[in-house]
């Protein structure tokens, strides 16, 4: 069963606009983390955002928050004021302690434009 | 910088041939995964190792094999390649640890072209 669920295969924005990528979740184990990572052209995995499922507050990292909502199993990531460089692919995933591996999502190509 | 360090970054090689993609984690981590990335997909999960012992395994070919050695790097052997085997292959690391929740940390990628 899919565990990762990232139901925008694409999206574009305008450059300064927010962003909202979608990112829905399985898992019955009670503790676990989300995850963004970003993958530009260049091909590299870049670490955005993390969240445990026991943080309360929703995790900011400057221009990334992520809005958890735990009940519905979703945690998207908020790009605000978009740029050009926010252009590439956005990966979400999960950890679960017990499991067996780090799942990642299929991915969302944004495109940033001018 | 991850701290995550892979060789070769790139590598061209005929089917039929083996090669060795090799990983070094970050310092003080003891798990290791790989990954394949083919052409504009996902990625997928191959194996991971936990000091040394296989954890749990994706979808991996037979004809792949990895191993992590005592000083905790890894090694990731692919045999008897096909044109389909061309992807970027990912070394991640991170603590590890039944209880752990944390990220992974990425390498810059092995990019394997089969010809």
């Known amino acids: 069963a899919q565990k990762i669920t990232q139901t925008q295969p694409g999206m574009f924005v305008q450059e300064k606009e927010a962003v909202t990528l979608d990112c829905t979740y399985d898992?019955?184990?009670?503790?676990?983390?989300l995850f963004w990572y970003k993958q530009p052209s260049s091909g590299e995995m870049i670490f955005l955002i993390y969240?445990?499922?026991?943080?309360?507050q929703n995790a900011t990292e400057g221009r990334y928050s992520l809005n958890f909502q735990k009940a519905r199993k979703s945690a998207n990531l908020v790009i605000s004021a978009s740029q050009l460089g926010d252009s590439a692919m956005y990966f979400c995933a999960m950890r679960e302690p017990g499991g067996q591996n780090f799942v990642f999502g299929p991915g969302t190509r944004l495109s940033v434009l001018p | 910088d991850s701290g995550v360090t892979q060789t070769p970054k790139h590598l061209i090689t005929a089917t039929g041939q083996r090669v060795t993609l090799r990983c070094s984690p970050r310092?003080?981590?003891?798990?290791v995964y790989w990954y394949q990335q083919s052409l504009d997909q996902g990625l997928q999960f191959l194996i991971q190792y936990y000091n040394g012992e296989e954890r749990a395994k994706g979808n991996i070919l037979e004809r792949f094999s990895a191993q992590q050695f005592p000083d905790l790097h890894s090694e990731l052997n692919l045999s008897s390649l096909e044109l389909g085997d061309s992807a970027l292959y990912f070394c991640?690391?991170?603590?590890?640890?039944?209880?752990?929740?944390?990220?992974?940390?990425f390498g810059e990628g092995s990019r394997l072209t089969v010809l």
């Open positions: 969240q445990g499922s026991y943080d309360q």
């Open positions: 310092s003080g981590d003891l798990s």
């Open positions: 991640a690391s991170s603590v590890g640890g039944t209880t752990n929740t944390g990220e992974l940390f």
């Open positions: 898992t019955s184990d009670p503790s676990y983390g």
